[in-house]
T-cell receptor
Framework: QQQVKQSPQSLIVQKGGISIINCAYE??????FPWYQQFPGKGPALLIA?????SEKKEGRFTISFNKSAKQFSLHIMDSQPGDSATYFC?????????????FGEGTQLTVNP | DAGITQSPRHKVTETGTPVTLRCHQT?????MYWYRQDPGHGLRLIHY???????DKGEVSDGYSVSRSKTEDFLLTLESATSSQTSVYFC???????????FGSGTRLTVV
């Protein structure tokens, strides 16, 4: 049972375009929403993250938009570059007495054509 | 990768054999995690540890066990490997100065 739903599964964008990846969650106990970027043969790397008391966070060309009432958040990559071609995962964190745990979305394979 | 080493990087094993994957970290992090990555499923938590000898199950723990006898090592064991356990396995640590996790480079396991 996937608690974080991610779409689309794959995305092709032209260089200079905007890439948008969406995620939705059900559990209102999630308190932190990171995005990870993964290149082939590597482990996922933290890209950008947001807390639910903020509606938007921007770091360079990457922006997270967060809609708490709709339980949705999205990653926007402005001026997409071929070097952005990777797999992107959204995630959501829940706190437990034994520590925190991240639940990941299914992943989006982004291809940016030159 | 923030002092995280996974071994082996690749392994091919036969169905029914036991397999142990190792995650080693050098920065004294308290929290360590094992995930598996499969197409269409993203990363799914197998087990995690919140201290020496303290572990808990994740969402796909059946068929796996873990041990953490010292802070730096977190071992994942497949007692009797099955083809459904063919996957890429990632170890992660929780960063102390943020909410983020740092992942190792992964172990690609093939069960034939």
């Amino acid at each position: 049972q996937q608690q974080v739903k991610q779409s689309p599964q794959s995305l092709i964008v032209q260089k200079g375009g905007i890439s948008i990846i969406n995620c939705a969650y059900e559990n209102t106990a999630f308190d932190y929403f990171p995005w990870y970027q993964q290149f082939p043969g590597k482990g996922p790397a933290l890209l950008i993250a947001i807390r639910p008391d903020v509606s938007e966070k921007k770091e360079g060309r990457f922006t997270i938009s967060f809609n708490k009432s709709a339980k949705q958040f999205s990653l926007h990559i402005m001026d997409s570059q071929p070097g952005d071609s990777a797999t992107y995962f959204c995630a959501a964190r829940i706190q437990q007495t034994s520590g925190s745990r991240l639940t990941f979305g299914e992943g989006t394979q982004l291809t940016v054509n030159p | 990768d923030a002092g995280i080493t996974q071994s082996p990087r690749h392994k091919v094993t036969e169905t029914g054999t036991p397999v142990t994957l190792r995650c080693h970290q050098t920065e004294n992090h308290r929290y360590m995690y094992w995930y598996r990555q499969d197409p269409g499923h993203g990363l799914r938590l197998i087990h995690y540890s919140y201290g020496v000898k303290d572990t808990d199950k994740g969402e796909v723990s059946d068929g796996y066990s873990v041990s953490r006898s010292k802070t730096e090592d977190f071992l994942l064991t497949l007692e009797s490997a099955t083809s459904s356990q063919t996957s890429v396995y990632f170890c992660a640590i929780r960063n102390r100065d943020s909410y983020g996790y740092t992942f190792g480079s992964g172990t690609r396991l093939t069960v034939v």
